[in-house]
């Protein structure tokens, strides 16, 4: 099993900036795709960024140009550099891991979430 745990959450004036970190940790053969998601009260969970193994990225266009994210293979954790931070950003953020297990079976592994939140 893979548990992940978010850190870096907080409350920041728009404008602002945070840093999200989310560290794997458990018994697996690989983390694949690592993913950030964001569910804003009465919305639906939406996937803000994801990384591949091999650092390719996909950024939604809300927050394209504004989020980065990046890992560290090394120390199996995920990170999102959120800048010029809106009240919409306003969040509770997931970290979610596509992994596999030493049967190459691929599975599937969320955070607990960490609350952003922006205020104007």
């Known amino acids: 099993q893979v548990q992940l745990v978010e850190s870096g959450g907080g409350l920041v004036q728009a404008g602002g900036s945070l840093r999200l970190s989310c560290a794997a940790s458990?018994?697996?053969?690989?983390?694949?795709?690592m993913n950030w998601y964001r569910q804003a009260p009465e919305k639906q969970r939406e996937l803000v960024a994801r990384?591949?193994?091999?650092?390719?990225?996909n950024i939604a266009d809300s927050v394209k140009g504004r989020f980065t994210i990046s890992r560290d293979n090394a120390k199996n954790t995920v990170y999102l550099q959120m800048n010029s931070l809106k009240p919409e950003d306003t969040a509770v953020y997931y970290c979610?891991?596509?992994?596999?297990?030493?049967?190459?079976?691929?599975?599937?592994?969320w955070g607990q979430g960490t609350l952003v939140t922006v205020s104007s």
């Open positions: 990384i591949t193994r091999t650092g390719f990225t």
């Open positions: 458990g018994s697996f053969l690989r983390l694949n795709d």
């Open positions: 979610n891991a596509d992994w596999s297990d030493t049967s190459l079976l691929r599975r599937d592994a």
